[in-house]
């Protein structure tokens, strides 16, 4: 096994698919978001897919694990070390087990119970999208004695674009208290302070006329836990407590200390305060923060903008994209931006297009038209308002 190297990055094969051939991979929650992706993803890489799930008819949790060569978890944070747990006495040496959990030390330390060989996986982001693009998975190798797992595995994550990070299990979920569990924290924290507005005469919609770019990434935030799962949020915060509570109670001594500040209008402190976590981020990491800032902030306020269409597309075609500028550009419709985002109500990306003039302009209009009328394209999109 090779080292990793001084960033902390395992060495990537090239591409090329995976090596060894065809294997069979068992996917242990198969019918969830991460289980479908994942299934979709080895299959199309040429690899036999089954899986097992509480959802649906599947094969039991025993044949999957019988007859996989890979196995990797994809349940719930609340249910993995139980499934682990009974998946355990069916596991046999040669396989690789993997698991794709937000937390890595107990759950390694369970699938280590097993005879397989053992690495978890924590991809640090949602599966709405083709491949990792360029996003972080961290690795924590646990168990390896068969060589040709480490180019099997680095190979699909080479292919899935994503970045390697390879880390200790424990430093792991320290730091997942600070990228996870805290930013998580502000936002319910937000949540439960808006549910006082009324108290106060106001509502989100009011607020929503006043929002600043920073209010609008914090709205966001909080969006996005609030539409999914409300178990899965309560337990990276339980699931991780032995580190998420210190981060919390740090957090708390700072938001008091803040408050005596601001209620004493100590200004002195305020300033210091910030000078303080100039001289830790360094100016390196506040301009490549400020930058990201500045992407983000563009990219909503264009996703805001009256003036701008939204084109699902049933499927993923290739050079479908290119059809719908064609038509666009043929009634001399202008474009302003350009934002493509993947949703569950369609298997295709969704294009957000941002118009020069009005979006019920008659050049537009026609343009659309033809769209919905074309042989080529009235199957295969849908057009809608933001």
């Given at each position: ?13 090239g591409?090329?698919g ?30 036999q ?11 039991s ?11 990797i978890?994809?349940?719930p ?31 390694l ?14 991809p ?8 990792w693009?360029g ?10 004695t ?6 099997f ?45 009324e ?8 607020i ?14 909080m969006s ?14 339980i ?61 909503m306020?264009?996703?805001n ?10 499927r993923?075609?290739?050079?479908l ?7 666009l ?8 931006g350009?934002?493509s ?5 369609y ?40």
């Amino acid at each position: 096994m090779d080292p990793p190297d001084a960033a902390g990055k395992c060495p990537v094969p090239g591409s090329g698919g995976l090596p060894g051939g065809g294997r069979t991979i068992g996917i242990v929650g198969i019918a969830g978001r991460y289980g479908q992706w994942l299934a979709r993803r080895f299959a199309e890489l040429g690899q036999q897919v089954i899986g097992t799930d509480v959802v649906g008819e599947h094969p039991s949790l025993a044949e999957v694990i019988d007859r996989s060569d890979v196995v990797i978890f994809c349940v719930p944070i609340h249910e993995t070390l139980a499934t682990i747990k009974s998946a355990c006495p069916h596991s046999r040496s040669g396989q690789l087990w993997l698991d794709i959990t937000s937390l890595k030390a107990e759950v390694l330390q369970a699938m280590l119970a097993s005879r397989a060989d053992v690495i978890g996986l924590h991809p640090l982001c949602g599966p709405d999208l083709p491949n990792w693009n360029g996003q972080t998975v961290a690795v924590c190798f646990g168990r390896l004695t068969r060589p040709e797992w480490e180019p099997f595995l680095f190979g699909f994550l080479n292919a899935m674009q994503a970045r390697p990070y390879v880390t200790d299990p424990v430093e792991h979920d320290r730091i997942m208290a600070y990228v996870q569990a805290l930013p998580h924290a502000l936002s319910m924290m937000m949540i439960g302070t808006f549910q006082g507005l009324e108290a106060h005469g106001l509502s989100v919609s009011e607020i929503e006329h006043f929002a600043t770019p920073p209010y609008r990434l914090a709205v966001a935030a909080m969006s996005r836990i609030l539409a999914a799962h409300p178990e899965l949020y309560a337990d990276i915060q339980i699931a991780n407590r032995q580190h998420t509570v210190v981060v919390l109670e740090e957090l708390r001594r700072q938001a008091q200390d803040l408050m005596v500040e601001v209620r004493e209008g100590d200004r002195t402190a305020i300033v210091e305060r910030l000078n303080r976590g100039r001289q830790q981020f360094k100016s390196r990491n506040i301009q490549s923060g400020m930058k990201g800032f500045l992407q983000m902030s563009r990219v909503m306020a264009d996703l805001n903008a009256e003036n701008s269409k939204i084109v699902h597309t049933r499927r993923d075609q290739p050079g479908l994209l290119e059809k719908i500028l064609a038509v666009l550009s043929k009634h001399g419709v202008n474009l302003s931006g350009l934002h493509s985002f993947k949703t569950d109500d369609y298997d295709g990306f969704s294009f957000h297009l941002g118009l020069t003039g009005p979006r019920d302009s008659l050049p537009v209009q026609k343009a659309l038209c033809e769209m919905r009328n074309s042989a080529e394209l009235r199957d295969l999109i849908v057009i809608e308002d933001p």
